[in-house]
């Protein structure tokens, strides 16, 4: 079983960045399809952006294309979400997902904790 870990989240200024990370224990996340959702309060969890197991496919939701950057370190068993251009409307709950198939056209079996982001206007 795979455990993950987000940190990052924080209190931002709209404009401004975060980087989010994910940190997977227990096992090996290199072979796995990772991803990340959020929720924001009264809403549907929704998706954000995922990769496959290389690194060599992400793929983005609408709303953050262009200013969102998914990546990973399969050395360090991390993955990560560089966050720019935040708007108000990104405050949610963000969560890190994975899943040994793909976190896109599943509901993936792992999921994290969740870390807090708020982007003040």
């Known amino acids: 079983q795979v455990q993950l870990v987000e940190s990052g989240g924080g209190l931002v200024q709209a404009g401004g960045s975060l980087r989010l990370s994910c940190t997977a224990s227990?096992?090996?996340?290199?072979?796995?399809?990772m991803g990340w959702f959020r929720q924001a309060p009264g809403k549907e969890r929704e998706f954000v952006a995922s990769?496959?197991?290389?690194?060599?496919?992400?793929r983005y939701s609408d709303f953050v294309k262009g200013r969102f950057t998914i990546s990973r370190d399969n050395a360090k068993n991390t993955v990560y979400l560089q966050m720019n251009s935040l708007k108000p409307e990104d405050t949610a709950v963000y969560y890190c997902?994975?899943?040994?198939?793909?976190?896109?056209?599943?509901?993936?079996?792992?999921w994290g904790q969740g870390t807090q982001v708020t982007v003040s206007s």
């Open positions: 997902a994975s899943d040994q198939v793909s976190v896109v056209h599943r509901v993936p079996s792992n």
């Open positions: 227990g096992r090996t996340i290199s072979l796995y399809s």
């Open positions: 990769i496959n197991w290389s690194g060599g496919s992400t």
